[in-house]
């Protein structure tokens, strides 16, 4: 069974860092990209990132580039997501999704009208000024 579990959130102070990990089973990362994206309060869904662990591709949302951060652990079967220099309209519920499929998943986190093929439970973080 293929089972994505978001972690790491939770209160932290402007200006500080948080580092957010997605635990993957019932698939290796290698055969996945996995996505991140949030949904802060009253929002629609943003799409942040991917990564593709096979090859080390990543890519980044024009409005997130430069304070995220995106890697994986392939012994661990984890991917984390790094937010620096944190604001307080980061706060938002952060989900990690899993795609076959490279385009789709960049479709899904430009367009968002797709659907990866998992997604994860999410994890909140919520930033303080």
């Known amino acids: 069974e293929v089972q994505l579990q978001a972690s790491g959130g939770g209160l932290v102070r402007a200006g500080g860092s948080l580092r957010l990990s997605c635990a993957a089973s019932?698939?290796?990362?290698?055969?996945?990209?996995i996505g991140w994206f949030r949904q802060a309060p009253g929002k629609e869904r943003e799409g942040l990132g991917c990564?593709?662990?096979?090859?080390?591709?990543?890519y980044y949302a024009d409005s997130v580039k430069g304070r995220f951060t995106i890697s994986s652990d392939k012994a661990k079967n984890t991917v984390y997501f790094e937010i620096h220099s944190l604001k307080p309209e980061d706060t938002a519920v952060y989900y990690c999704a899993a795609d076959s499929r490279w385009h789709h998943m960049i479709h899904t986190i430009v367009i968002g009208n797709t659907t990866p093929d998992y997604w994860g439970q999410g994890t909140l973080v919520t930033v303080s000024s």
């Open positions: 990564i593709s662990s096979s090859d080390g591709r990543t």
């Open positions: 019932g698939f290796t990362l290698n055969d996945y990209i």
